[in-house]
């Protein structure tokens, strides 16, 4: 079976976007070949910074041959319908057409279509340059010449060659013959910039490989990882240290080469005062190397491994040296950065977060910073977190943003500040909020339990939250650009990982509106205002209003956000919509808390025949609430119950029971009890399903009886809407 | 004569050995390819693409090769001349070719090794960097070519210059000059330089040159600036822009304009400018966009009226 290259070069393609451009190609091309019928047995594609390649394997040479049988008129038809059918069917004269007999409708004519299928090389050649034309680059250009004319090529940098063959392991294969503007398809590429300049003739995807293995190139993007991590092992190793690995920058580097030859590096150990944080942020995003500590040990040693795309004439001593100054320079900066920042205590930077916009209609990072503070203060007994140093911690959290070191690397926000409050004598659980208060940043991430840090780190996500939904930037579809998604998960995470009794809407959005809305009131509309008269203006903003009904949007968007945080840990969704639709529920640990009980009641017999009685009686209640035009939520009248059958007799008792014991067991917070409760009552309703008829003759007795079913409902309430319960 | 030559054989021109080698050895490359070399602009830029040959030449149709130096200033930039790598006024060499020929990484691999970096010693990397200059409304895709983990040089396709799009896409090259020749020289402190080839007695390094002016304009660009004069110019430059080119406009709506240049000078001044006030710290965060978003208005309507020029390619 013939097997497609492809092969894109270009001029250096950004590392970040290699790996993204060779999935897409694999998909587009064999998309492409699907769609038009053409299976294939296996491909894969590959990037450099230089090229995207595409080998798809076991392709047919050519598609089916169709054959299609077109029904026409009888025999003897008007003259109209069979030149329709000639034309519609390609046929020259009826010659060209059989007659085939019916016993019924007699004999008509019917034209034979044969349609040989195409040949795979034909396709091809239709397909690959549209897919290079419309490739979905996150950025693209136009070049040279063919940039004056509208409609030019577009590339994520100049497209310089084309190597599209086709064809059977046996054969030569064939190119396949396309071109996108003024690039011919060929067998012609090129290896390595330096070590291999010359061109080199390919054949298919075996011999391709070779011959760039061959011209320096290593086409394999996991390959030249593995190549630079192995390496960069074995030279620390010999040196007695130990590489600090790093996937993201491992990815980064092998995209900036083809072929990896790694060094080592060293630099002066004057340097290692830096903290070891700042040395790696530096010698990662500005020299893109890695950074190696003392075997064993958490101790930074003064090297580094880098990888270079040249094997050196001088083995890569001038490449090494090269890269020994920058690391310098770099380091100098840092260690600048890290004395000067040393001279100011950060109290003393709080100023200047008062200079810095956080967004342009929620005001600076010092306004946040003092709405951070009063929310966080306002948390402490909830957390039982000390408030004179959840207030220090709150007001510091944010000062490193103006240390020279942060203004460098943004990454190292936090880290920093904990840093420099050791430094300055700090309370530890103060520092360690100053860094934590970020966290969880991701669903991995770890999640703070020192109150102190759990206060300031809620504080920090519910402010940006409530600001957000404040001036309406709530995220839509995909785009959430600043992140308000993963603050609904960090603030779920904190609150259940450290069981914490918090009522989201009444207490925690409360007071995080109140300060938006105190503080856009005094800024915005009325600066120059007394005191009591800003009291009035708040009245008449009506401020409280405003935040329930933003509070209530921003519960829901947190029910999403639970709802997705739960499924993950295996919860079924419609249990936790069957709870958040009981009112008030904003309490986000008695909320999983039921959600979890009423899974395992689910999981029992029990709980499933009440679920399927429930179910019924809702049905009867809706038919019959329709018909009557009017709800039956009246309270059964147990006399008139008694008087009934046996079955409506007990059904009234053990509902009367079950729904107060259910009641005061969640009262209580024990909802297994609640759900305990509920289950007495599968017995009696099962029977009373069996034995009694709603629909009674007797107006009184049948009102009585949907009233008992109306109390299931209700009973059934008190530990969540079944009704959004599936199944 | 016995004292036939001043210029003794004691100065050395090669590109490894002196400043001025560095840059003659570029100008020479660049001429060898049909470049126009031109001098720098008489105005004060904070980088070689506010070159009207850059920036004003980049746009319309007609072929455009040029290369120079062009002194840049970078007032927050100024160390007082105590750090090694920075400066508020240094050199870079501009290169610019309308359309890019489609050798242009070639050739600028070729300008390296002319200059003294062995291809064969050296790991030569292009590392995406996209640039952008919102004041001059202007952005292109490229690399910053790194030479054993330096920066060295920013490669770039302009895609968008003053707002408009680039038909034909030039390529721009911009060598850091005074980098490029610490590297070669193996310097580690850019004022320890040859500036000019010359030992001994002979010898002028770039402190000698600029180390005092270093120190003064620090001095100038973070304490002494005149805020209130730079404010007014900054209006001035404005309006005066805008004047220009009201002026200059073409007459009953059909010509060329007549005054693109001299109305774009003004928007390099007020550029200027508002680098100095940023540099003293008086321009907020918030007014910060605002001033930028002025001068990217100005270089806009400068770039609209150049296209209506003849260097435009108006018709």
Redesign the interface.
């Known amino acids: 079976m013939p097997d497609l290259l492809l092969e894109l070069r270009s001029?250096?393609i950004?590392?970040?976007m290699q790996r993204r451009a060779a999935d897409d190609l694999k998909k587009l091309v064999t998309d492409a070949l699907v769609e038009r019928g053409f299976l294939y047995e296996g491909a894969k594609a590959f990037a450099t910074?230089r090229r995207l390649a595409l080998h798809v394997a076991g392709l047919p040479p050519r598609g089916q041959d169709v054959r299609e049988e077109r029904k026409g008129p009888r025999v003897g038809a008007p003259e109209g319908a069979v030149q329709g059918f000639l034309k519609s069917a390609g046929l020259a004269s009826l010659d060209e057409a059989t007659i085939v007999k019916d016993p019924k409708k007699g004999e008509f004519y019917v034209a034979v279509i044969e349609r040989p299928g195409r040949a795979t090389l034909d396709v091809l050649a239709e397909i690959l340059p549209q897919i290079v034309r419309s490739f979905p680059w996150p950025?693209?250009?136009?070049?040279?010449?063919?940039?004056?004319?509208?409609g030019a090529l577009r590339w994520?940098?100049?497209l310089?060659s084309i190597v599209a063959t086709f064809g059977p392991e046996t054969e030569t294969p064939d190119v396949v013959p396309f071109e996108v503007d003024g690039i011919a398809a060929g067998t012609t590429t090129y290896g390595h910039r330096?070590l291999a300049p010359d061109a080199i003739e390919v054949r298919r995807f075996d011999d391709y490989v070779q011959a760039l293995e061959r011209a320096k190139v290593v086409l394999d993007v996991e390959r030249r990882k593995d190549i630079i991590l192995h390496d960069a092992r074995d030279l620390a190793f010999a040196r007695g240290l130990e590489l600090v690995e790093d996937e993201g920058l491992l990815e980064e580097v092998a995209g900036?080469?083809e072929w990896p030859v790694v060094l080592l590096g060293t630099y002066d150990e004057a340097f290692l005062d830096i903290p070891a944080e700042a040395i790696r942020a530096t010698i990662r995003a500005n020299?893109?190397?890695f950074v190696l500590r003392q075997a064993g040990t958490d101790t930074l040693a003064p090297a580094f491994v880098?990888t270079?795309?040249?094997v050196?004439?001088?083995g890569g001593l001038?490449?090494t040296?090269?890269?020994e100054?920058?690391?310098?320079?770099r380091l100098?900066d840092a260690k600048f950065f890290w004395e000067t920042d040393k001279g100011i205590r950060l109290e003393d930077r709080l100023p200047k977060l008062d200079?810095?916009?956080f967004h342009?209609k929620l005001g600076t990072q010092g306004a946040r910073v003092k709405r951070i503070a009063s929310l966080a203060f306002a948390l402490t007994d909830d957390i039982d977190a000390d408030p004179r140093l959840v207030d220090r911690a709150a007001k510091l959290a944010k000062t490193d943003l103006v240390t020279e070191m942060v203004g460098e690397f943004p990454e190292l926000q936090g880290l920093m500040g904990r840093t420099y409050a050791s430094l300055q004598g700090e309370d530890p659980r103060v520092a360690a909020a100053i860094e934590d208060h970020y966290r969880p940043v991701g669903p991995t991430d770890r999640v703070p339990t020192e109150p102190v840090s759990v206060a300031v780190a809620l504080a920090d996500k519910l402010d940006i939250l409530t600001g957000f939904w404040w001036i309406d930037e709530k995220p839509t579809g995909s785009k959430d650009p600043y992140a308000l998604r993963r603050a609904a998960l960090g603030v779920i995470r904190l609150i259940l990982e450290n069981n914490l009794r918090l009522s989201l809407v009444g207490h925690l959005f409360d007071a995080a509106f109140h300060a938006h809305g105190r503080r856009r009131a005094f800024q915005i509309e009325f600066g120059d205002r007394t005191p009591e008269e800003l009291e009035q203006a708040l009245g008449a903003l009506g401020d409280d209003a405003f935040a329930d009904t933003l509070g209530n949007d921003l519960l829901a968007f947190f029910a999403d956000r639970l709802k997705v945080y739960l499924r993950d840990k295996g919860a079924r969704h419609d249990l936790i919509d069957a709870v958040f639709a009981l009112p008030g529920q904003d309490d986000l640990l008695m909320v999983v808390r039921r959600v979890e009980a009423l899974g395992q009641f689910l999981e029992t017999d029990d709980g499933r025949n009440l679920l399927a009685g429930y179910k019924r009686a809702a049905n009867i209640l809706r038919i019959e609430e329709k018909k009557d035009g009017r709800a039956h939520d009246a309270a059964p009248d147990a006399a008139l119950a008694a008087q009934g059958e046996p079955e409506e007799r007990a059904l009234a008792d053990a509902l009367a029971r079950a729904g107060e014991t259910a009641s005061a067991a969640v009262a209580g917070e024990d909802f297994a009890g609640a759900m305990r409760a509920l289950s007495t009552l599968r017995a009696p309703v099962d029977a009373f399903f069996e034995r009694v008829t709603v629909n009674a003759d007797d107006p009184a007795l049948r009102r009585n009886r949907l009233a008992l079913l109306n109390a299931l409902r209700a009973a059934t309430r008190e530990v969540a809407d079944f009704s959004r319960i599936e199944g | 004569m016995s004292s036939a030559s001043p210029i003794s054989s004691a100065v050395d021109l090669a590109p490894e050995t002196s400043f001025q080698g560095l840059i003659l050895t570029l100008q020479r490359f660049w001429a060898a390819q049909g470049c126009v070399i031109l001098q720098p602009y008489d105005m004060e830029v904070g980088a070689g693409t506010f070159h009207p040959a850059t920036t004003l030449r980049a746009l319309g149709p007609k072929p455009w090769k040029a290369a120079y130096v062009q002194p840049s200033r970078r007032p927050k930039d100024g160390r007082y001349g105590e750090n090694p790598n920075r400066l508020q006024h240094y050199y870079q060499f501009q290169v610019i070719l309308k359309p890019n020929p489609p050798n242009l990484q070639e050739l600028y691999l070729a300008s390296l090794d002319a200059i003294g970096v062995d291809l064969k010693l050296h790991d030569i990397r292009f590392v995406e960097d996209d640039w952008e200059s919102p004041t001059l409304g202007a952005w292109g895709l490229g690399w910053e070519c790194w030479c054993d983990g330096m920066e060295v040089s920013q490669f770039t396709y302009f895609q968008q210059v003053a707002g408009f799009e680039c038909a034909p896409v030039a390529g721009e090259l911009t060598y850091g000059l005074e980098r490029l020749a610490m590297y070669v020289q193996g310097v580690e402190n850019v004022y320890d330089l040859n500036f000019n080839g010359g030992t001994g007695d002979e010898r002028v390094s770039y402190g000698d040159v600029f180390l005092q002016a270093e120190q003064e304009y620090s001095r100038h660009n973070f304490e002494a600036a005149d805020t209130a004069m730079l404010f007014r110019q900054f209006t001035d430059a404005e309006k005066a822009c805008r004047t220009y080119l009201d002026a200059g406009a073409p007459e009953g709506g059909t010509g060329r304009h007549r005054m693109a240049q001299p109305a774009y000078d003004q928007c390099i001044k007020a550029s200027h400018v508002f680098n100095l006030l940023d540099a003293r710290g008086v321009i907020s965060v918030t007014e910060r966009q605002s001033y930028i978003l002025r001068v990217r208005e100005l270089a806009k309507a400068c770039g609209a009226a150049w296209l209506q020029t003849a260097g435009g390619g108006a018709g």
Request: aromatic share 4%.
């Open positions: 001029e250096e950004p590392a970040r910074p950025k693209s250009m136009r070049w040279g010449e063919a940039s004056a004319r509208p994520v940098r100049p310089q330096f900036l080469v020299q893109k190397c880098l270079s795309n040249l050196a004439s001088d001038a490449i040296a090269g890269n100054r920058v690391v310098r320079a100098s200079t810095i916009v342009e």
